[in-house]
């Protein structure tokens, strides 16, 4: 069996169904989120509520901005790996991570600024606002141990199951960029 | 009808009213939560023309995704669903889809109507 | 094969390959170690039996204790503990692993025939996960800790300040708990049915059982996640003080309600859909003829499920929301019923019109159909709104979604039972024992839970731990406990025809009712490899094809599709089921195990607030799924 050509398959592999199938649990419980979010908020006299700045806009959206654009170099990794050139999976996963660091990273130090001003604690609003940003941030990181483990078996060179873990790989940054638009959404819609 | 034609038509007609459904359930609900709840009377929304709107439109499309099937359930009049694909799966879900386009019409209506026959928000 | 051929000297050594490459090893390591669907689906089986036995206890518990009025056989303390255990434990610890893990785990890669399931070690981890969230459960029970709030747990009840202590912690955990194994074995079912169905097998010639596996993992996927959320948003309220569920900071107890209803509604569909499947696979079998409006009957399993995610709130009619928002449930919720309805004339005509064996598993089903048909009409009933608003958290409620659940789907369960023992054990049941055990059960179910729409009505609320003798309820209560004792002979009394004849049954043969679909085309039990070439498939009854079975013989002679030159299963398109691509399965593994552990011991930590230990405790996770994937297949 040749170790990755696949002129011969015609569907996608059980490895990338099964990563759509885990999207759409995930998905599901965003939508859940989202709707959590809208029916506090209809509830609720005023929201966020008095004492609660509405979240500023700009940085919110330029980090999601960059976050989307990791999906180029993730995709790009995903056509390199089914023709079967590694180090080209290699690199392009690499800058992928990167810049998805750093956007953790700040991410993070935005969390904890947030937390100096308003707690779960404080009520309702401060409840479902970082469980919505918990959740994508910790989708993130399971993201960016994705991309270490991904390197780390490239490293060894491409494998027909290695290309199907880049290709399931790509599937679930792509969702957690779009979801990273729909979560700013959210977040940023008091300012609406 | 050429095939690739017949199997647009067969997902249309098997996905179509399902998630059409789908769409009137949400956001007709949400209309009638925002409607019916103090912060969410902040969105302004006018019951009665949002659920008749919505109503309509997703009879519309669920007419559209029926008419879908009935063309695919008649292209195939000669196929058994135990035929080899495409032309036996189309058969078997055009077969079905036909009849469950006509269950979600029902649900569609008796929605609406119901969403707007009663007072408004009155506590059930 | 249908029909038995004598086997080639070619076909022998193909076999005699195929033997060594796919056999585990016997004892504990084996068992432990497994990614047999068919060792999977049994430990489930017996896992799920054992939960049944429990809630079986719990409940003739409640039923003694209300056998007369103002009883003292346990106080209001522990009738709390019993219903709530009884209730979490026959849906989440019985009834859906036994449809889903036992029956769907060990039929479904035979029924389309395949070597195994789309990822064997995936189908382990879910074992293990059932397992240690059924253990975590109980283990609250017996530690003074057992959920006491009710299946659905209303707040504000279980929050921190109503019910203190760890129970509604170790409800919440071990559900999230649970929900992990059906999310892992739902998302097997899906991959697996997609792309593992034998050459030729297109979607609409894939078997009915195979639909309502579908459907029934379609809607776990779908249904889980909002459960998951509601009990995180109930465990962060509870120990780190989020507020969700308290109107003072901005939260609404309607909310839990929602959300688990959301869950709960297709999860009622979840329970009884795969019961459908199992109908649908005895009914033309014993009916002698195929199913009747077979797209129809294949439709109405995912309608049902879908339509189910759009009712939830007919839960919540007596909570005061408005007319206008409940609206939507109450029109969804009447029809809703039209796909079930569309099934039970499809079951009727095809028994009808056939040339019908009353045998043990015909039985039961015909069992299945009338309290289907009984229990389907109590809760049509309830769609009317203001119907609702008067029997609800009554017995009437009680009366209805026994006769389902015990009804629609244990009858099956039980009917499957003995359908497919034959298969699984290679032995033969005793026909005129099971057919006896089924009227002693029918007579005990009729009348443990008849009775209770009638004192339902009379006003006799749910989950309470006694009543008044003046109320004129004492009657029907006491017929109600006789009948569940006499409901329990009847299951011991198949327990014990099983018991009996596994050990010393006649061989039962390849094929001893003329099945129509693929497990039968194979021996009894069937071999580690399940088929010794993978099955020609031109319908949806491939077993009932007999030029398609003489095939397979002659390709086995001549090595097509036999693959006996490795541990692999052939992959097919997904609509159209044509050969895409020869698959190299896992064989034995730790890892799923290892996974297991880490992820019981989260969830202990967890429970006990060591929030730390349980983050170690995650990276042990981390660390056993990187040992899963270091040697790929063909490694």
Known sequence: MSAYSLEARRAKPNGWWGMAVFVATEATLFGTIFGTYFYLEFRAPHWPPRGIEPPA???????????????????????????????????????????????????????????????????????????????????????????????????????????????????????????????????????? | MRTSRLELLQWVGLLGAALVWTAQLVIGYGVADSRCTLAGQRWGLDLRTWEITLMVVAAALVLIAEGAAVAVFRATRDRDHNDPPPAGRHRFFSSAAVVGNVLFLVIVLLSGLGAVAHTACRQA | MAVDVEIGAAGLERVGRLERIWREPSGLVGWLTTTDHKRIGLLYLFTTLAFFLAGGVEALLIRTQLAGPSEHVVGPGTFDELFTTHGVTMIFLFVIPITTGAFGNYLLPLMIGARDMAFPRLNALSYWLFLGSGCFIYAGLFTGHGPNAGWFDYVPLALKQYDPGHAVDFYALGLIFNGMSSTAAALNFIVTLFKLRAPGMSLNRMPLFCFAMLAVSLALIFALPPLTLDLVFLELQRNVGFHFFDPAHGGDPLLWQHLFWIFGHPEVYIIVLPAFGIATSIIPTFAKRK???????????????????????????????????LIFFSAASMMVVIPSTIQVFAWTFTVTMGRPEFRAPLLFIGGFIAFFVIGGLSGIMFAAIPFDQQTTDTYFVVAHFHFIIFGAAVFPILGGLYYWFPKVTGRMYRERLAQASFWLTFLGTSLTFFPMHIVGLLGMPRRVYTYSGSLGWD?????????????????????FNLVVSALRGEPSGRDPFHGGTLEWATSSPPPPYNFPVVPTVSSAYPNWDVHDRLEDARRLELGELVLEHGHETPAATVRDGTLDEILEMPSESPWPLAVGISVLLTFVMLLTAHYVTAGFCLALIALSLMGWHAKEPGE
Do not use: C
């Open chain 3, 475 to 495: 009657a029907y209560n006491l017929a109600e406990t006789i009948g569940a004792f006499i409901l329990a002979a009847g299951l011991l009394v198949i327990a």
């Open chain 3, 291 to 325: 199913m009747i409006a077979f797209p129809l009957v294949a439709l109405a399993e995912l309608l049902v499920a879908f339509i189910g995610f759009g009712v939830w709130a007919h839960h919540m009619f007596a909570t005061g929301l408005p007319l206008t928002t």
């Open chain 1, 57 to 192: 806009v700009a940085v919110p959206l330029i980090l999601a901005g960059v976050l989307v654009a990791t999906t180029l170099p993730m995709w790009t990794a995903a056509r390199a790996a089914i023709a079967g050139r590694a180090a080209a999976a290699r690199r392009a996963i690499a800058l992928a991570l990167v810049v998805q660091a750093g956007y953790f990273a700040m991410q993070m130090q935005l969390f904890q600024d947030d937390l100096a001003k308003f707690t779960p604690s404080s009520g309702a609003y401060g409840s479902i606002y970082y469980v919505l940003l918990g959740a994508h941030h910790a989708h993130v990181g399971v993201g960016l141990l994705l991309d270490v483990w991904l390197l780390a078996k490239l490293a060894r060179g491409l494998t027909r199951y290695r290309v199907t873990a880049v290709r399931a790989a790509t599937f679930y940054w792509t969702f957690v960029n779009v979801l990273a638009l729909l979560v700013v959404g959210a977040q940023l819609s008091p300012n609406v």
